[in-house]
Every structure is written in C-alpha cells, then in structure tokens.
T-cell receptor, first 113, second 116 residues
C-alpha cells in the first residue's frame, strides 16, 4: 500500500555537525515531498518542500534531495545548532490517496552542545 | 496574525463518552484537515474537507465523524470514545490549489485527548 518510511527514528549529532534524515516512498507517481519540523510541545511547521521536477532544493542550512528512480528523498541540515533539536516529519502525496499527504513516522533530532 | 486555533487544548474523558474537538481558522483557507499523532506513527489523516459541502474520509476515519459548520470551522467528534483514541489531535488548513500544485498546510496547536 501507500507508505512513507523514515529513518532513523532518533538521531543525535554534535553542534556544528551535519544531520541527514532519509525517507523512501512506495508510489512512483508521487510528485510532492514536504518536510515539517515539530519542536517540543509545538505544532508541526513546514520547513522545506520539493517537487518531482527538481533534484535538490536549498534554503540556508537546510536542503532536500530527491532521487525519483530510487524513490527516496532526504533532508540535510548543515552546521547544526541547538534550536534544530525537534522531531522532523517527511511526507509525500500519493496518487491513490485522493492526493492527500502521507507522513513518515518522524525523526527525533537532538543537537548536543 | 491569521491563525488556526483548537479547543480544548487538553481533555480527559471516560470510555463511552461523546466528545467534540473544535477547530477555527482566520486564514481564509478553504481546505481543512484533522490528523492524529501517536508516538512512532507520525501524523495520520482522519478526515478532510475542501469546502463546506465537501467532506472526505482519510486513512483512519473509523470511530470519528466531522462537521464543517462554516468555511472557518471544522469539528471532530468521537461518538463513543475508547482508550485507543488517546492521542494528540491536530487540525490543519491549506489554501486551495490550482491543478497539479500543492500548498503548505498550517497546523493548529493541537488537542491532547486522554480516554480512560
């Protein structure tokens, strides 16, 4: 069925290091892939998204890459800071789900000082 | 600032009780959504509405119902609450899209529901 798998479920990095979170999806027709960040006790907020006609997108310290052949996309955070500590969710639009978002299970990122 | 609000923010209820969670938005968006969040499971779609007359089931609609009272209001009801409906519930909104495009979803602050 339609599925988004997200790895790892937890990730700890030293401040200043890079963090990478990877998601794989099941529907080759998917064409929209957003990433949401949820700080502790807060609501999820969109941080970056990518459409299938683009292989990479950057916004300051964050970037998303998309490999449509392999059906996976990744979030890259460089020069991590304590305020990057949060749960990150990937998501995808599936053609068979009335084109609604299906979310991954989330990654708890902890940036250690 | 335009926002998405939810009431109540926390609720404890007992098995078998009927409960309603409410969502209001001042963003002027046509589309509204209800999700539940469980640890390790991410966000799962319960119901969504594209306008007042268009309501659709999501991935996990069993045991839930919704009402779109106005463009700005979308409520979620648990007719007979059970313990495995204990979760964090989020309402979200988005603007309508043109064909082939997608818009950001804006989430409310969440309602933490506990069913004893």
């Amino acid at each position: 069925g339609e599925n988004v798998e997200q790895h790892p479920s937890t990730l700890s990095v030293q401040e200043g290091d890079s963090a990478v979170i990877k998601c794989t999806y099941s529907d080759s027709a998917s064409n929209y892939f957003p990433w949401y960040k949820q700080e502790l006790g807060k609501r999820p907020q969109l941080i970056i998204d990518i459409r299938s006609n683009v292989g990479e997108k950057k916004d300051q310290r964050i970037a998303v890459t998309l490999n449509k052949t392999a059906k996976h996309f990744s979030l890259h955070i460089t020069e991590t800071q304590p305020e990057d500590s949060a749960v990150y969710f990937c998501a995808a639009i599936f053609s068979g789900s009335a084109r609604q978002l299906t979310f991954g299970s989330g990654t708890q990122l902890t940036v250690l000082p | 600032d335009a926002d998405v609000t939810q009431t109540p923010r926390n609720r404890i209820t007992k098995t078998g009780k009927r409960i309603m969670l409410e969502c209001s938005q001042t963003k002027g968006h046509d589309r509204m959504y209800w999700y539940r969040q469980d640890p390790g499971l991410g966000l799962r779609l319960i119901y969504y509405s594209f306008d007042v007359k268009d309501i659709n089931k999501g991935e996990i609609s069993d045991g839930y119902s919704v009402s779109r009272q106005a463009q700005a209001k979308f409520s979620l009801s648990l007719e007979s609450a059970i313990p495995n409906q204990t979760a964090l519930y989020f309402c979200a909104t988005s603007d309508k899209t043109t064909s082939g495009s997608y818009n950001e979803q804006f989430f409310g602050p969440g309602t933490r529901l506990t069913v004893l």
